[in-house]
């Protein structure tokens, strides 16, 4: 079963706007970890944050975590068409780098 | 500079026969994942090793093996490919030193079972 679900399943927006994505998750973790995956390629990290962290900044990424409602936002500020991908956060429940993914956001950014 | 390889990148074959991926680090990672993508599921756990001789299942490890001799490889072998195995075969490692790494991820490979 997938530990996240991301909403929403696809965004498109016109470049040089924000783009929020949410990932909701069902147990308790160690850690929180967002990657990009280009159509076709592989994915890449992009950001993790630790249970006990609340926000994190990364360039034009901000990353907010609420244990409480075992929620996470990936905020992108300024998209370029490059950010053009799907997006995926996966949780760490046991701090033993197994991680588990939600079903992805596909981002589409209109030049 | 270190990487991640996956092989073969595409791979057609038939109901019933073995098939082998191969998955190969540089890197000196402990941790080695196998995952499935797969449309609507996002990527699912097949199986994954945190050192030599060390495997383990996954959230989906029926009909797959996993074997690691060595530190940079782990293949993943499907014992008798059936068509709900055609998918996107992710390999993906990780240091395994203090539980807050990132996991690098293969380029994938294309698995059809016809």
């Known amino acids: 079963s997938q530990q996240g679900e991301e909403d929403p399943q696809a965004l498109s927006i016109q470049e040089g706007e924000n783009a929020t994505m949410n990932c909701s998750y069902k147990t308790s973790i160690n850690n929180l970890q967002w990657y990009r995956q280009n159509s076709g390629r592989g994915l890449v990290h992009l950001i993790l944050i630790r249970s006990n962290e609340r926000e994190k900044h990364s360039g034009r990424l901000r990353v907010t975590l609420d244990t409480s409602k075992k929620s996470s936002s990936l905020l992108i500020t300024a998209s370029r068409a490059a950010d053009t991908a799907s997006y995926f956060c996966a949780t760490d429940a046991g701090g033993n780098e197994k991680l588990t993914f939600g079903t992805g956001t596909r981002l589409t950014i209109i030049p | 500079d270190a990487e991640i390889t996956q092989s073969p990148r595409h791979k057609i074959t038939e109901t019933g026969r073995q098939v082998t991926l191969a998955c190969h680090q540089t890197w000196n990672h402990n941790n080695m994942f196998w995952y499935r993508q797969d449309l609507g599921h996002g990527l699912r756990l097949i199986h994954y090793?945190?050192?030599?001789?060390?495997?383990n299942k996954g959230e989906v490890s029926d009909g797959y093996s996993v074997s690691r001799s060595n530190t940079e490889d782990l293949p993943l072998t499907l014992e008798s490919a059936a068509s709900s195995q055609t998918s996107v075969y992710f390999c993906?490692?990780?240091?395994?030193?203090?539980?807050?790494?990132?996991?690098?991820f293969g380029q994938g490979t294309r698995l059809t079972v016809v």
């Open positions: 993906a490692s990780s240091v395994g030193s203090t539980g807050y790494t990132e996991a690098f």
């Open positions: 090793s945190y050192g030599v001789q060390d495997t």
